[in-house]
């Protein structure tokens, strides 16, 4: 089975700008959560999906976005890009997702820098 | 709110040397623990979990105990090799509560040597 997919795997933007990044999750699964990664601030949870639905959110402001297809393909937008949203962009993807015990497998991360 | 702690790293060891990284965690409830392994370069991958208390989860040599007395999962190998240099991250799921959501430690960076 394919694992979990990220594109792009690098962006640079400059602020104001708006940013889409995309996950496949594997084959079957239906829930797909998303983390941002600095090193200043560690890794850090911004939302789940399951079922085309926001099911979970972390704390971070209303640029953050997402949305989930049909499919279980989840997308995430940050708009008006500022200096400290470079990171990186990791996006897991769960067979269950009720039950809170079921392993997150990982993709390999979305690099975006800002300028 | 649920929280995990970390010991700082880097942590510097010698070829086939033990390994003990501390991982100690607040959560209301019951829990599941994992640890988490991150390659330069890399996304995460799961090292290992246990979902109750007083289970062992293990692979590839690496061992933890979830200890709810101690509200502990410390990480541990007896003979550590240059390929497990990487950055190890523990993390907890209240998934009852939270859906997928995963709390992680900071990390800790492990440098082996030959």
């Known amino acids: 089975k394919a694992g979990v997919t990220q594109t792009p795997r690098y962006l640079i933007k400059t602020r104001g700008q708006q940013v889409t990044l995309s996950c496949s999750p594997i084959?079957?699964?239906?829930?797909v959560s998303w983390y941002q990664q600095t090193p200043g601030q560690g890794l850090q949870f911004l939302f789940e999906?399951?079922?085309?639905?926001?099911?979970n959110k972390g704390n971070f402001p209303g640029r953050f976005s997402g949305r989930q297809f049909s499919n279980s393909r989840s997308e995430m937008n940050v708009s008006t890009l500022e200096l400290g949203d470079s990171a990186l962009y990791l996006c897991a993807s769960t067979l269950q997702p009720t039950g809170g015990v079921d392993t997150q497998y990982f993709g390999p991360g979305t690099r975006l820098t800002v300028l | 709110g649920n929280s995990v702690t970390q010991m700082e790293g880097p942590v510097t060891l010698s070829e086939e040397a033990f390994l003990t990284i501390n991982c100690t965690y607040t959560a209301t409830g019951y829990p599941s623990l994992f640890w988490y392994v991150q390659y330069p370069g890399e996304g995460l991958q799961l090292l290992l979990k246990a979902t109750k208390a007083d289970d062992k989860g293990s692979n590839k040599g690496f061992e933890a105990t979830y200890r709810k007395e101690t509200t502990s999962f410390h990480l541990e190998k007896g003979s550590v090799q240059v390929s497990d240099s990487a950055v190890y991250f523990c993390a907890l799921s209240d998934g009852y509560n939270q859906g997928g959501k995963l709390i992680f430690g900071q990390g800790t960076e492990l440098s082996v040597k030959p």
């Open positions: 084959s079957g699964h239906r829930s």
């Open positions: 999906y399951f079922s085309e639905t926001q099911r």
